[in-house]
């Protein structure tokens, strides 16, 4: 299994649309989760942390289940500048510190 | 503020080749420094990291390796480089609440 994965989509919506992406990890030992957006030829951004309670920035919503192991991201009222990858990443120990394991990425296309 | 630097940007090396990227963190002191790796159509892959000076360890076996001779250089290198060294290079440094990472540089051996 590997270590995040995630629907790499396209997904294709019209703007205004809700749309949501999930995620799933297989080290249960993880502490830390966030969501990533990375345009096309950029670096990843991170876009917010995920919290066992949920939360919400904006018209994003990132809700964690770590009985199930999984993640979510909603995104709601979709613009055009919304289109972009998102990355579902999630922390791993490592023998002398901790690094982020990263999914490979779900596409998000908003069209007018 | 902190702020990650990362150059070249781009980059065209030919097989067998030597190879020398730098990254640099400013705003900080003992950060955690990363090599990352994408590859066409594939996800991000941890190659090295480093919690200090000198201090390097690898994830993965490859053709590539790691320096950190100052507190906030990180250098990634090879002696010889592959066709499948080809990729987008990123350096990231991390905080609790995420990594952050430098532009990039995009690296297509020929």
Redesign the interface.
């Known amino acids: 299994r590997k270590e ?1 994965e995630q629907d790499p989509g396209p997904f294709n919506v019209p703007e205004g649309a809700t749309v949501a992406f999930n995620c799933t990890y297989s080290n249960s030992a993880s502490q ?1 989760f ?1 969501w ?1 957006r990375q345009d096309c ?6 876009l917010m ?1 995920v919290y066992s309670s949920g939360n919400e920035d904006g018209r994003f919503t990132a809700q964690l289940n770590r009985a199930s192991q999984y993640i979510s991201l909603l995104i709601r009222d979709s613009k055009l500048s919304d289109s972009a990858t998102y ?1 579902c ?1 999630v922390n791993k120990d ?12 779900t596409t998000l296309s908003v069209s007018s | 503020s902190q702020t990650i630097h990362q150059w070249p940007a781009t980059l065209v090396q030919p097989v067998g080749s030597p190879l020398s990227l730098e990254c640099t963190v400013e705003g900080t002191s003992n950060p955690n420094l990363y090599w990352y790796r994408q590859a066409a159509g594939r996800g991000l892959q941890l190659l090295f990291y480093s919690v200090g000076i000198g201090q390097i360890s690898s994830e993965v076996p490859q053709n590539l390796s790691a320096s950190r001779p100052q507190d906030r250089q990180f250098i990634l290198s090879s002696k010889k480089l592959l066709l499948s060294d080809s990729g987008f290079y990123l350096c990231a440094w991390s905080v609790s609440w995420g990594d952050f990472f430098g532009q990039g540089t995009r690296l297509t051996v020929v």
């Open positions: 995040v830390s966030f990533y030829r950029k670096e990843p951004k991170l942390s990355l990443v490592l023998q002398a510190g901790t690094a982020l394991i990263f999914g490979k990425g």
